[in-house]
């Protein structure tokens, strides 16, 4: 599981393997912008309906499917590609306002918007005269 936090925020949890039982990991790449952090999340052939994702305490759970279809009047002689599925978990940290979380996805990419609460956000404190 990867912690999002602003000091070690996209660091792989580790760089063994690129899946984890039956699911593949999914690359991702995190960026933080003002009062926010984004999740780049590469997922080739899953769609916004095969796409899951919710927020449980504070793990961030991505989990989409790609289902083949292929028609019956076809007999495979040699298949690389198949069904799969991506699953990627990340435990956020106290700063990320988890009600606010929003997703979209864009052939194949899923972008995840994690605001900070607004207790977290950085701001200008205002100079008062004596």
């Known amino acids: 599981m990867n912690d999002i936090t602003r000091r070690d925020a996209g660091l792989p949890e ?9 699911s593949l990991l999914p ?3 995190i960026f933080e912008e003002g009062n926010a952090l984004h999740i780049l999340a590469d997922m080739p052939g ?14 961030l759970s991505l989990e989409g499917d790609v289902a ?14 198949r069904a799969q599925r991506y699953a990627r978990r ?3 940290s106290h700063e990320i306002d988890s009600d606010a979380i929003e997703a979209r996805i864009d052939n194949g990419v899923v972008h ?7 207790t977290h956000r950085r701001r200008r404190i205002e100079i ?3």
């Open 27 to 29: 690359p991702v790449d």
């Open 46 to 59: 899953v769609t916004r309906e095969s796409l899951h994702i919710e927020v449980d305490s504070n793990v």
């Open 14 to 22: 580790s760089a063994e393997s690129n899946q984890r039982g039956d």
């Open 90 to 92: 990340f435990t956020l």
């Open 128 to 130: 008062q005269a004596a």
């Open 112 to 118: 995840v918007t994690l605001p900070k609460k607004a």
């Open 68 to 81: 083949l279809e292929m028609p019956e009047t076809l007999t495979a002689i040699y298949a690389e590609v």
